[in-house]
């Protein structure tokens, strides 16, 4: 048996990278990030992300991701699975296909390939979906913006459009929250909604009194080995 790999997507500005924590924290997992997530990872991400690079194409960016996922996965990820230690990963190969597939324009399935080639193969368990509509998500990014989300409203919309289509085509591997309501409510959606799928995958056991487990997740629950 190895382990359990759960991601977290969303468009920027969801609070996906707090529920990532939250629920990396109440499941007692490892916490990763992509971009980074590494030394050479966050390299690449700080690249990336820098508002002050001119000139870096599309495909680069693709690649940069995809170089940053790759390191990652074998220095990070893969290694945890196969010692049977649960993962929570704020990004994974679905934030490639979202951002570069369909906001860039690059094609989902060649974005896809790579990002295959990148993990050797290895997909998420589970995905949790963050969703917020286009105002919010813009609202919540404020003023102070990173390359990625300075790329624009419509750039931003096509990401969301294609989360919204991914979790529909493979609803036995995503789960689709609102995110529209406080990081406490969403946290409890979030936690409830992940808790119902490991138990449909019998990977997760809880007392007579599952509902007293705290957020902190050290309480009334377990994973079946």
Known sequence: MTGY??????PDGSGKSTQARLLA????AIYTREPGGTELGEKLRDMVLDPNIEGLSDRAEA???????????????RPALEQEKNVVSDRFLESSVA???????????????ISMFATQGLKADLIVLIDVDAPLASNRRGKNLDRIENAGDDFHSRVMNAYRAMA???????????????VAEVSRQVIDQVEVRLEKHCLLYTSPSPRDATLSGMAGWGWKK
């Open 168 to 182: 529909s085509d493979d609803p036995e591997r995503w789960v689709v929250i609102d995110g529209s309501g406080t």
């Open 63 to 77: 690649l940069m991701i995809a170089a940053a996922r790759a390191q990652h996965v074998e220095e990070v990820v």
């Open 25 to 28: 924290e109440h499941l007692g």
């Open 99 to 113: 951002y570069q597939g369909y906001g860039r324009g690059l094609g989902s399935e060649e974005i896809l390939d």
């Open 5 to 10: 790999l759960i991601t977290v997507e969303g």
